[in-house]
């Protein structure tokens, strides 16, 4: 009786090896994020940068934000006192699209007062106040105050009546913030 060891031809054995070896070795060579020790420094260094900076490209769905790389992008005024607001969070407006608007950031001349103005479905709000702790200014308006909003474009308008949470004092209020 006759026994066959190997019906496949030893080549295609050989050819199925090799395609296996170069695609492991394809797969070990491929792009790796964790190499920050290899590559030409300077590319790295203008990666990093880039990063950094902020500058990476977006999707293309985020609104303009404004003024969030440190400009003033607009005023919010409660009372006879005025703010110019930076924001540093978020310069959201999704009005067109939405319904909504997210702004959130600190006044210029006092990065520890907050000064955040929202509107969607369920809030439609607008805030100054001290970072931590209870000291003034703890300002609020919202929708049992008569709050509104006016958006044309990028601007971002509205006015209240705004109460003082900790003296329970009542003062108009109004802002005009471009995003």
């Given at each position: ?106 006044a ?5 007062i ?29 929708e ?36």
């Open positions: 009786m006759h026994w066959e060891t190997n019906t496949r031809p030893h080549w295609l054995i050989m050819l199925m090896a090799i395609i296996s070896g170069v695609l492991l070795l394809l797969a070990a060579c491929g792009d790796d994020d964790d190499d920050a020790g290899n590559g030409d420094p300077a590319e790295q260094a203008t990666e990093t940068d880039a990063a950094d900076n902020g500058d990476a490209p977006t999707d293309g769905d985020e609104p303009d934000n404004g003024g969030i790389d440190g400009g003033v992008a607009g005023t919010i005024t409660v009372g006879d006192e005025t703010w110019e607001f930076v924001p540093t969070i978020q310069c959201g407006n999704f009005f067109d699209v939405a319904g909504q608007i997210y702004i959130s950031g600190v210029a001349s006092d990065e520890s907050e000064i955040s103005i929202d509107h969607d479905d369920s809030l439609m709000e607008a805030k100054v106040r001290r970072e931590q702790g209870i000291e003034q200014p703890y300002w609020v308006a919202d049992s105050s008569g709050i509104s909003f006016e958006v044309n474009g990028d601007v971002v308008a509205g006015s209240g009546t705004f109460i003082n949470f900790l003296t329970q004092e009542e003062a108009d209020g109004s802002w005009e913030i471009t995003c």
